[in-house]
């Protein structure tokens, strides 16, 4: 403890505490936008907190408090409780499968005496937590096989625990883990696969699964025939080609269709959800929120219809529109001028908690500090891609401005954990 | 060690700007490149909204609306909404049962979905709405009353006149002609009477004003305050010729039987009074109880919905007889001096047709043969119309005498302003091949002469014949409508041209048929007409009927016909009387219309024939069966107008 006692503020990251007070209020700005209606009266509406806007204004609150005990709290705390944090989240995920609330088709949610609270967002926090502290420890050596597959599991069991519960999007937001792994490094090859993987099941869910067939056997060949000199040589080179063409052909066969159709594996709206995104489902009940969303955006323009003058989010068109599809308020009533200086407040904030992980003396700070870069990224990505029709229909927040206590409490731990690890950045925490 | 991870830093800036840069490519698409989303989202969000105007007042003669809008209420449900009420109490305010509440419930639920308003109850009568609107604080949000303005009678008569407006029909509204390509499902419109004619008149001109909707299709207030709405305009009044005093008066006489009356200004045109009998109470085919009604209505024994006044034909009978001699001088076939031989009967065509007087020189000219109804006379006279040398034969001669008629709007349709007009039946040439297969002479249809044979005619016909006559030669179409407010349209102009038919006839001429009549008044078959003070000129008619009944022709009772005008000079009213089945024409057709003519006249009604006009309202002249099986008189008991109407009528009895 070296920080002069006089000066509260003293080691603070001003550009991230200036950014994330930005996006908060522009998250409660475009939540009243969403809900205010003409007349209102916005006091009463504030102290008898009957509006979502209103409520976030104390779960804005609420976070400012939580702020102020991190920020008093000394980083070693955070080293020595890592694994015990994780601990309790899993546990919490426990608890939540066999007693939780169900909310809209999932059962994520915890009852605390009249407040919801969903510990799949409080996970990600111990889950980063734990992953800095292991890749961190003495002990581990991120060159083998055994740390990577053991950092991999503690990802994957909390995913596995959510996916149970229903939550596929906050699920998917666990795999922004593997590119903080990356940067501790896992083979980049890893990363290519995923990409291939990724391409490999748009394009099965997208073109006849007999042409792709043609294609693969016919990739394999060529790749067979450019290669027939090292084949010569190593015998094993031809066994790995046909094993990754069995494999493509495989899923692309057998494993697709049956995931898609046989309702084992994905559920019913899932797979309409997916087809909505992929342009193949007309029907307009299945459409209906990306299409409101896409006419809500796309009705912007340039410049936008201007602050609370967007009629369809005003009107109620847009489904969920204060908590995952808020993105609506920024594109129809700012525009594409609006939405571009938004994303850009993103990506500064990105590239500054880089810049934030790369100047950590402690291997624990900056994983973590890529931790909470990731997860932000993942949230940004996949909700704004939602809203425009890029992904399909997944229900993440948008950091720091959707409505919600949950998710606002906890990118507010997030990145104020970061801050006081920076804060102490001569130290070297393990 | 961070050194060495640089490039893995620069990877994952670079993923981070990838996916920021798809993001805002498609977000370009979407906002820049793409415009069918802001039309998408107008659509969305804009409601086009009609205004309706308020619908045109119908005036009679001195003022009074006869038709006015009435404000009615509906009882609108929107299901949500209701919660913790007291669905007893409701029930009982409505007198429904609690199932069929729910019932109620449930098909607004359907029909506009649970956020949306409905109709509950609709047209509320004026004690539930009373009772309803205490409580109706117990009741919301669920429910709401609702303005619904609706056509009403302030007299309730004039049913066929008036006529009604109802819900425009889908076959209308698929009309490929476009004539109603300005309404809309659910929209009312004139069906019948003068609702019908002036229809774009009285309905005004529509506003248009563009709401913003939610997704809920709920309307959410103005768009852009208002600036591309158009206001509504209200309906133009209308004012009638009518005088409602003898349209009343007309209809409480003519209860109980079946006829019609008309009567015509005949220095205008303009219809003073229309009545068909039965009639009924305008006001059943407005509000509540509409479709009940209609139906009621529409299956009486009584026909009530048919006006007989314009799409009933009778045979004149011998109301017809100063037409046949107007047309006889006309054509110069004879002077007024002409005189026939009747000694009892006519023996000329080969038959013996009787005459009701023997003694001789009945029929020693036009104005005593009128006087006497000689059937002889004029049935010579029209022989002699037809065979005249002139023409060259029979067939250019009936041509020439049905020519003659339907100048005077007999046998075509006169162009009243109000619809379903028939035309009546002149024996034309080719009528008189049909029925007599081409051969055929002056002799074989005779008796038209005399107003009976293949001759029918509507009591407007008849009654503007009178016109023609009491004018001395000419008249204008008969109509309602004498003005229309705030209206520079050439929709009247028709209404206004004098038509001239017989322009041969000296005044002398006219002379001797207009005192023959007023010699049926002072001392023939019509001396019941007689008003003091007035000289009443008129002619009455027992017109024989046949009617095919299983196959067989039987005679009926004949029908008793009055025709007339008054005063003999300058003429202020010309009228038309027929009660079916009621015998002699100095009966019933006489007195109603001689009643009617002095309240016009005089506008009182002398203390000495008021028995005569309570005798008129009280008997009943219909058949028996007739008016067993019919239930229009307690039909037109129901309403609460008809005791506005008994005002009136006891005002115009008690002077």
Redesign the interface.
């Known amino acids: 403890m070296n920080r002069p006692q006089a000066k509260l503020t003293a080691g603070i990251d001003w550009p991230i505490f200036g950014m994330y007070l930005a996006l908060v209020f522009i998250g409660f700005m475009a939540i009243f936008a969403a809900e205010y209606?003409?007349g209102d009266n916005v006091i009463q509406n504030l102290l008898s907190q009957n509006k979502n806007w209103a409520r976030q204004v104390l779960w804005f609150g609420v976070s400012m408090v939580l702020a102020l005990g991190i920020w008093l709290t000394d980083s070693k705390f955070f080293t020595a409780t890592a694994n015990l944090l994780y601990a309790f989240g899993i546990l919490l995920l426990l608890v939540v499968l066999a007693i939780g609330t169900g909310v809209k088709g999932s059962n994520s949610w915890l009852e605390l005496g009249g407040f919801r609270f969903q510990p799949a967002e409080f996970t990600k926090l111990c889950t980063n937590l734990a992953l800095a502290k292991y890749l961190s420890s003495m002990e581990t050596d991120f060159t083998k096989m055994r740390s990577r597959l053991i950092a991999a599991a503690m990802v994957l069991f909390p995913f596995g625990l959510i996916i149970l519960q229903d939550e596929t999007g906050l699920a998917l937001v666990y795999f922004c883990f593997f590119?903080v792994m990356?940067?501790?490094?896992l083979p980049?090859i890893l990363?290519v696969i995923a990409f291939s993987a990724i391409i490999l099941v748009l394009s099965a869910l997208l073109v006849d699964k007999f042409i792709l067939l043609y294609i693969f056997t016919g990739v394999a060949a060529l790749v067979i025939y450019f290669m027939r000199r090292e084949i010569r040589r190593k015998r094993s080179r031809l066994a790995m080609i046909i094993g990754v063409w069995a494999f493509c052909a495989a899923f692309v066969m057998v494993i697709v269709p049956f995931a898609f159709t046989s309702g084992k594996v994905l559920k019913d709206y899932q797979v309409r959800r997916i087809e909505v995104m992929l342009g193949k489902e007309n029907d307009p009940k299945a459409t209906y929120n990306t299409r409101?969303s896409?006419?809500?955006?796309?009705?912007?323009?340039?410049w936008g219809k201007g602050y609370l003058k967007g009629?369809?989010t005003r009107?109620?068109?847009v489904p969920e529109q204060s908590t995952d599809f808020i993105f609506c308020t920024v594109?129809?009533d700012f525009?594409?001028f609006g939405?571009?200086l938004f994303?850009g407040l993103?990506?500064a904030l990105?590239?500054r908690i880089?810049f934030i992980a790369?100047?950590?003396r402690s291997?624990f700070s900056?994983v973590y500090a890529?931790g909470v870069?990731s997860i932000i990224?993942f949230h940004l990505?996949i909700n704004?891609?939602m809203t425009?029709?890029?992904a399909p229909v997944i229900g993440i927040p948008l950091p720091l401005v959707s409505y919600g206590g949950s998710s606002l409490m906890t990118f507010t731990m997030l990145i104020f954990i970061m801050l006081r690890l920076d804060a102490d950045r001569q130290m070297v925490l393990r | 060690m961070s050194v060495f991870n640089q490039p893995r830093k620069r990877v994952i800036q670079l993923i981070f700007l990838g996916m920021v840069a798809l993001i805002v490519s498609r977000l370009f698409f979407l906002q820049v490149v793409e415009t069918k989303y802001s039309k998408l989202a107008d659509a969305n969000a804009h409601l086009r909204k009609v205004i309706y105007p308020s619908r045109g007042i119908i005036y009679d003669r001195k003022g009074r609306s006869v038709m006015r809008n009435e404000a009615l209420y509906d009882l609108m449900v929107t299901p949500r909404n209701v919660k913790n009420i007291d669905t007893a109490y409701l029930c009982e305010v409505l007198s429904i049962t609690r199932e069929e509440f729910i019932k109620r419930i449930a098909n607004a639920r359907m029909k506009e979905g649970p956020v949306r308003p409905s109709v509950f109850a609709s047209l509320l009568t004026p004690e539930t709405y009373g009772k309803l609107q205490e409580s109706m604080y117990m009741f919301q949000p669920g429910f709401e009353l609702v303005l619904r303005p609706v056509r009403s009678y302030t007299y309730g008569a004039g049913a066929h006149i008036l006529g009604y407006i109802s819900e425009i029909s889908p076959s209308m509204l698929a009309d490929s002609s476009g004539r109603f390509s300005a309404y809309q499902q659910g929209d009312y419109i004139g069906r019948t009477g003068l609702e019908n004619t002036y229809e774009s008149i009285l309905m005004g001109q529509r506003g248009i004003q563009y709401l913003v909707k939610d997704n809920l299709n709920r309307p959410q207030g103005p768009l852009e305050n208002g600036e591309f709405d158009t206001a509504a305009v209200a309906g133009k009044n209308l004012r009638l010729a009518l005088d409602i005093d003898l349209q009343v008066l007309g209809e409480a006489m003519m209860k109980g039987k079946v006829g019609s009356i008309v009567a015509i200004d005949p220095q205008t045109g303009g219809i003073l009074a229309m009545v068909s009998g039965p009639t009924f109470d305008p006001n059943l085919l407005s509000g509540s109880f509409r479709s009940q009604n209609y139906n009621k209505l529409y299956l009486d024994t009584t026909k009530p919905f048919f006006n007989r006044a314009v799409q009933a034909a009778y045979p004149p009978g011998s109301t017809f007889k100063p037409i046949t001699g107007l047309v006889a001088l006309d054509e110069g076939v004879v002077t007024p001096d002409f005189g026939f031989p009747c000694s009892g009967g006519y023996g000329l065509c080969g038959r013996y047709i009787r005459c009701t007087h023997h003694n001789p020189g009945h029929a020693a000219n036009m104005r005593t043969a009128m006087a006497n109804s000689c059937n002889s006379y004029f049935m010579h006279l029209y022989r002699l119309s037809v065979d005249s040398k002139k023409w060259g034969g029979v067939v250019n001669g009936q041509a020439k005498w049905t020519s003659y008629l339907n100048l005077m709007g007999l046998g075509r349709r006169l162009g009243i302003d109000i619809p379903g007009e028939v035309r009546g039946v002149v024996p034309d040439t080719a009528r008189m091949n049909y029925v007599y297969r081409g051969s055929w002479n002056s002799c074989s249809e005779v008796y038209v002469g005399m107003g009976q044979g293949q001759l029918i005619l509507t009591p407007l016909q008849m009654a503007n014949a009178m016109c023609i006559i009491a004018n001395r030669g000419y008249y204008y179409i008969p109509h309602f409508v004498q003005s229309i407010d705030n209206d520079n349209s050439a929709l009247l102009n028709k209404y206004k041209q004098k038509v001239s038919v017989a322009e041969h006839i000296s005044d002398e001429a006219f002379s001797s048929v207009i005192l023959g009549m007023e010699d049926v008044v002072t001392k023939g078959t019509a001396r019941g007409a007689q008003i003091e003070g007035v000289e009443v000129c008129g002619k009455t008619g027992t017109a024989e009927n046949k009617a095919r009944i299983d196959g067989k022709v039987v005679q009926l009772k004949d029908h008793s016909l009055f025709v007339g005008f008054a005063p003999r000079d300058n003429p202020k009213i010309a009228i038309a009387v027929i009660v079916e089945n009621a015998g002699f024409g100095s009966t019933y057709a006489v007195p109603i219309a001689s009643i009617l003519m002095e309240k016009y006249l005089t506008d009182t009604i002398s203390a000495k024939r008021m028995p005569i006009v309570q005798k008129m309202m009280e008997t009943t002249t219909m058949s028996k069966e007739m008016q067993a099986k019919s239930k229009i008189d307690s039909l037109n008991n129901m309403f609460i107008t008809s005791t506005e109407r008994d005002v009136l009528l006891r005002k115009i009895l008690s002077k």
């Open positions: 209606r003409d590119l990356f940067r501790e490094g980049g990363l409101q896409m006419i809500a955006i796309g009705s912007g323009g340039f009629t369809q009107l109620d068109f594109g129809e525009g594409f939405s571009i994303l993103y990506v990105l590239f880089i790369e100047r950590q291997t900056r890529y870069a990224f990505a704004i891609s425009i029709g890029l």
